[in-house]
């Protein structure tokens, strides 16, 4: 008897970890934003009628405006590791590197800005379409 209440608690608790598991599964997949390929984002943007279609555009912009962010934020941290390096203190690279670097921050932070407004204009084209 005591072997069979063993055997179903183990049991049980596999069963609840494994549902666990698949919530957690699901949720992160469903907040993880759709990859959408340049000629599926063209086809999509030529013809974008709906709110639901809009709202699929401005996502993969908001998208981008995170990934450019993060490209930003990549270069800041190496131009403070270039800056923080003795090494290259009296190194005459030292000015080509920052400027490298700093070329690319202010690119990505310019180039997230920009995703950011298109992601507000099909996130404002996905409201008018609802109310059409």
């Excluded at 599926?40 to 405006?65: G, V, W």
């Excluded at 690319?104 to 995703?115: D, G, L, P």
């Excluded at 099909?122 to 379409?129: G, T």
């Amino acid at each position: 008897m005591k072997r069979t209440i063993s055997i179903f608690s183990i049991l049980s608790l596999a069963f609840v970890l494994t549902l666990a598991a698949f919530g957690q599964t699901t949720s992160a997949q469903q907040t993880k934003p759709e990859h959408l390929s340049k000629h599926q984002l063209n086809t999509l943007i030529a013809a974008a009628k709906t709110p639901a279609e809009h709202q699929r555009i401005a996502q993969y912009y908001q998208a981008k405006a995170l990934d450019y962010l993060a490209q930003a934020k990549e270069h800041e941290e190496m131009l403070a590791a270039y800056k923080g390096n003795p090494n290259f203190s009296t190194s005459k690279s030292r000015g080509s590197l920052a400027s490298h670097c700093g070329f690319f921050i202010q690119t990505f932070k310019e180039m997230a800005a920009k995703s950011q407004e298109l992601a507000k204009l099909h996130e404002e084209m996905a409201n008018e379409a609802e109310q059409n």
